[in-house]
Structures are given as C-alpha cells and as structure tokens.
T-cell receptor, first 114, second 116 residues
Framework: NAGVTQTPKFQVLKTGQSMTLQCAQD?????MSWYRQDPGMGLRLIHY???????DQGEVPNGYNVSRSTTEDFPLRLLSAAPSQTSVYFC?????????????FGQGTRLTVV | GDSVTQMEGPVTLSEEAFLTINCTYT??????LFWYVQYPGEGLQLLLK?????DKGSNKGFEATYRKETTSFHLEKGSVQVSDSAVYFC???????????????FGKGTLLTVNP
C-alpha cells in the first residue's frame, strides 16, 4: 500500500527555472494539499483541492500553480523558481468530508534554489 | 484567524523521563486538535487526535486532552524512549471558520531528542 508518493525526493534548481513536483495517492481520497516546511515556521498551506477539477489557494500560494485532473494526482508547479522557495515540500491527502479523519503525508521533496 | 502555539525546542531528555510539550490554540469555531510526529527523513504521521472538549487522544503511550477552558492540547508521555526522538507538531482544523479536516494549521514544531 503506497499511500502518498512524492517525486523527486531532492532537487536543485537555478533561479528562474521551472519545475513540477509530483504527488500521487492510491487511497481514493478526495482532498489533497501541498504544504511547505521551513525552519521555525512549521508547515504552511500552499494550495489545496477538494476534488478533481477543483483547487484553491492556501496561506502562501504566490509563485506556485496546481491542477487536479484526476483524483490520484496533484502536481505542484513552480513557475520561475526563487531562492525564497528553498524549502521542504509535503503533499497530503485526506478522505472526503465524512468527519474528522487524518491527513496522510508523503515523504517530502527537498528543494534548493540557487 | 486560527493559530497554534507550541513550546519552543529543542527538548532533550534521558530515556524513561517524563515528557510534556505544551500546545495552545486560537480558533474562532470549534476545532479538532491533532498531534503529528515527524521522524528523521520522513513525512508527518498522525500521532493522536481529539475532536471535542474533554476528549483524550492516546497512542503509543502518548496522551493529550482537549481543554476548551484553557484552549490547550498538551502532549505527555510518562516514560520516553530513544525511538521517540522526532519533531512533534500540534495542529488544528476548524471547519466552522471555513476550514475542514483537509486544511490544517500547524504549530512550529518541537524537536525532541532522547538520550540513552
């Protein structure tokens, strides 16, 4: 049972480059989210999706795009990487709104922008 | 808006010591409260949760009680082990303020190191 799978695990980008962080879940969860983790800041919500075709902004959306064409996949795109986007990125999925259920997290992508 | 404040780390304990990590929250509605744990090099895992006042969440010897009167959800364990070394995050979800269980607000995390 794979759960939430993120690729790549590590990435180094040059300022101005673009890239896509991949996230896939095999639990048929409706909700998917992207967080970034920075030292001393905890995790902050970037974007989230409540189902295929529906996305919305979180707390820190600038510089990132998302789309949700299938239930399983929720890629995060960096349009023009900046050093401020150096961070660890986590994707999470949650079952539909049938009550309070736990969020399942991927193992993270460590991104460095130079 | 909603916020979570947890005690600053790092916390260093000897094996079998008692652990408390304080967590307080601010929310406009009636949040659900969570503790997540992040082991080195891994993603976050749910440790325990509580959905209403006076609920006690427990798992792997850890406990936390939802205290509405003090807006707190402190994490405790009676006897820590080396394998408990990790970063612990307090978090809330608040459906009544427009969020849901898919929108979590996290504290900054507390690094716990347990020495043998």
């Amino acid at each position: 049972n794979a759960g939430v799978t993120q690729t790549p695990k590590f990435q180094v980008l040059k300022t101005g480059q673009s890239m896509t962080l991949q996230c896939a879940q095999d639990m048929n969860h409706e909700y998917m989210s992207w967080y970034r983790q920075d030292p001393g800041m905890g995790l902050r919500l970037i974007h989230y999706s409540v189902g295929a075709g529906i996305t919305d902004q979180g707390e820190v959306p600038n510089g990132y795009n998302v789309s949700r064409s299938t239930t399983e996949d929720f890629p995060l795109r960096l349009l023009s990487a900046a050093p401020s986007q150096t961070s660890v990125y986590f994707c999470a999925s949650t079952q539909g709104n049938t009550g309070v259920t736990e969020a399942f997290f991927g193992q993270g992508t460590r991104l460095t922008v130079v | 808006g909603d916020s979570v404040t947890q005690m600053e780390g790092p916390v260093t304990l000897s094996e079998e010591a008692f652990l408390t990590i304080n967590c307080t929250y601010t929310a406009t509605g009636y949040p659900s409260l969570f503790w997540y744990v992040q082991y080195p090099g891994e993603g976050l895992q749910l440790l325990l949760k509580a959905t209403k006042a006076d609920d006690k969440g427990s798992n792997k010897g850890f406990e936390a009680t939802y205290r509405k009167e003090t807006t707190s959800f402190h994490l405790e364990k009676g006897s820590v082990q080396v394998s408990d070394s990790a970063v612990y995050f307090c978090a809330l979800s608040d459906p009544t303020s427009g969020g849901s269980n898919y929108k979590l607000t996290f504290g900054k995390g507390t690094l716990l190191t347990v020495n043998p």
